[in-house]
């Protein structure tokens, strides 16, 4: 069975100031790693997807990384409007083709001016 | 690009009716689309997959009678909760995938409170 952790639950950072949170899974043969935004009473926002372990995707104040267990989410310079929850999902190589993702909790991210 | 509605966005319902949500993908085909439900500080629980065209896979847990999915078209999912109870109260919210690059683009979500 697939599953997704996340780290931390909350985090709580102050303007500017750089951090990174943690998505450690296990699948059984990874098709994709997914991450979203999801603000609240919203849907989740897309953000990236990675594939291969040493690949690295940006956005803005946002780089994505993955290794063959866990990517990060690495956050400069944050500001406020940064604050959401920051979902990780993995799809299964094993599964049907139909894209199914297995969700992590989340992380919830405060940034305080 | 990659836009999906839902409709509505919120909903309020008696225990024992049936409650329709709708969930469109406005600029693309979608042959496979995924509903989820979502409480209160927790993450998304896949309910069911929808193809196009045939019957929806539904997760271990889920009863197919009591949430009918329809994907009628390559831009319209239904999902429909027959004879709600409070219990059914949750946030649902569909995704739809485009297969050409293996993403999945969610909708604004559906707040259904059931009293």
């Known amino acids: 069975e697939d599953q997704v952790t996340q780290s931390p639950e909350a985090l709580r950072l102050q303007e500017g100031e750089s951090s990174s949170l943690n998505c450690s899974y296990t699948v059984s043969g990874l098709r994709g790693l997914f991450w979203y935004r999801q603000d609240p009473g919203k849907g989740p926002e897309f953000l990236f997807t990675l594939y291969s372990a040493g690949e690295e995707k940006e956005k803005e104040r946002l780089k994505a990384t993955l290794t063959k267990k866990e990517s990060f989410l690495h956050i400069t310079a944050p500001k406020p409007e940064d604050s959401a929850t920051y979902l990780c999902a993995v799809q299964d190589a094993g599964g049907t083709s139909y894209g199914k993702l297995t969700f992590g909790q989340g992380t919830i991210l405060t940034v305080h001016p | 690009g990659a836009v999906v509605s839902q409709h509505p966005s919120w909903v309020i319902c008696k225990s024992g009716t049936s409650v329709k949500i709708e969930c469109r993908s406005l600029d693309f085909q979608a042959t496979t689309m995924f509903w989820y439900r979502q409480f209160p500080k927790q993450s998304l629980m896949l309910m069911a997959t929808s193809n196009e065209g045939s019957k929806a896979t539904y997760e271990q847990g889920v009863e197919k009678d009591k949430f009918l999915i329809n994907h009628a078209s390559l831009t319209l999912s239904t999902l429909t909760v027959t004879s709600a109870h409070p219990e059914d109260s949750s946030f649902y919210i569909c995704?739809?995938?485009?297969?050409?690059?293996?993403?999945?683009?969610f909708g604004p979500g559906t707040r259904l409170t059931v009293t």
């Open positions: 995704s739809a995938r485009v297969g050409s690059r293996n993403e999945q683009y």
